[in-house]
């Protein structure tokens, strides 16, 4: 079955005997225990939630995946197994709160590298590291990393590689048929994809690493609650028809902004001169509806975050809204100073969602075009 079929035609409640045709919200905390019960406690294992991990398992193409109250605490578990002490390899431009909590949370020490950079990549491995985290198109920037030759570095120098899938869900790239240990997904974004849910979610086809991250998650405490995971299974359902939709979208919003004279560069996998154009298509089939726009003057950012009406200035991305942020002052707040010298001036990230495209084009135009008629006039 291809993947569009998969995401509505799965079994919503296995077992049950009346036949529902939408999965139940299992709300309870307990279960009578019985002899062959599969469940006891949701805090362990609660059957809405394992109908969401089937799902999720399936669509990225792993043998098993376990949903977490948040995509920090699925990279804070998978994380779990790294000794205090013992080095963990991460991307340069990673989410901010993924560098803070390996840096300044868990007691692990972290070497962020330029994983475009292959070379460097090898030299951070050789020093020894059990774990590389990487974002692959990275965030904001939309650098692109080389999955297949990461995989092969990875596992020449026995380190597992986890890559952070957010930015475009299994839509749109599925690093494990490429070979990577893990993926991670902050499922509050694309995944749920209506900006109400909070969760996050681990998945791969190690089943005794995972059983691992199944340990810490029970005892941590940090699964995903039973109406959160419904809420989450009931979007998921559209995740195809709202990322083509957002996605195409995004590529004419994308060519727009190049042309700009308020614009000085667009970060964007469709676009033919972005570094990686080539990689990115070659192992995903999206270029996903997030956009990083680095705009000429102050005015330019100030005008999109405050005069395009259609954008909302908010964090997060992958909603049915559109909106914009500014990385600097908030995604990327608590990522480290390396980091954040590495951003352009004045750079803008918008996500793009289902509103119809001309309405969006023409907010945005009106937004920038404001700025160009200042700019000329003084
Ligand atoms: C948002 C995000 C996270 C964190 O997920 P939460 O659900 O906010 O905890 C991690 N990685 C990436 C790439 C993200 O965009």
């Not at 309870?28 to 805090?43: H, P």
């Not at 559209?238 to 970060?267: G, K, N, W, Y």
């Not at 956009?291 to 964090?315: C, K, M, P, Y």
């Not at 951003?343 to 075009?369: K, N, Q």
Request: a negative charge.
């Amino acid at each position: 079955m291809k993947f569009e079929t998969r995401l509505v035609q799965f079994d919503p409640c296995p077992g049950d005997p009346h036949r529902p045709s939408a999965t139940p919200i299992y709300q309870t905390s307990t279960f009578e225990i019985r002899e062959g019960g599969a469940y006891d406690y949701t805090r362990s294992g609660n059957p809405t939630r394992t109908v969401l991990e089937a799902q999720l398992a399936h669509l990225e193409g792993g043998r098993r995946a376990l949903c977490f109250a948040s995509g920090m605490a699925a990279i804070s578990a998978v994380a779990r197994f790294v000794q205090p002490g013992e080095r963990i390899v991460a991307g340069l431009d990673l989410y901010g709160g993924t560098s803070r909590l390996l840096s300044q949370v868990l007691p692990v020490r972290v070497e962020h590298v330029d994983t475009t950079d292959l070379a460097a990549v090898e030299r951070a491995l050789g020093r020894g590291a059990r774990l590389m985290i990487v974002e692959t198109p990275s965030n904001p920037l939309m650098r692109i990393s080389d999955l297949r030759a990461l995989v092969a570095l990875c596992h020449r120098y026995e380190t597992r590689l986890a890559v952070d899938n957010s930015l475009l869900s299994p839509w749109g790239q599925r690093p494990l048929e490429f070979g990577v240990d893990v993926v991670i997904h902050s499922a509050t974004k694309h995944l749920a994809g209506h900006g109400d849910v909070t969760g996050g979610v681990v998945i791969g086809n190690d089943e005794a690493f995972l059983e691992r991250v199944a340990f810490v998650r029970n005892a941590e405490g940090t699964a995903l609650a039973p109406f959160e995971s419904w809420l989450l299974l009931r979007g998921l359902q559209t995740l195809s028809i709202r990322q083509e939709r957002a996605c195409a979208t995004a590529c004419t919003v994308a060519r727009m902004f190049q042309d700009h004279p308020a614009v000085e560069r667009v970060f964007h996998p469709s676009l033919e001169r972005h570094a990686g154009h080539a990689l990115h298509h070659e192992q995903a089939s999206s270029a996903g509806s997030v956009i990083s726009v680095a705009l000429r003057s102050r005015e330019g950012v100030d005008a999109l975050l405050t005069q395009a009406r259609l954008f909302t200035t908010t964090v997060s991305f992958g909603s049915v809204h559109s909106s914009v942020s500014e990385p600097v002052s908030m995604s990327h707040a608590s990522a480290p100073k390396r980091l954040r010298s590495l951003l352009p001036h004045h750079l803008v990230r918008l996500s793009i969602g289902l509103e119809d495209p001309d309405d969006l084009i023409e907010d945005l135009t009106r937004a920038l075009d404001s700025v160009a008629v200042t700019a000329g006039q003084t």
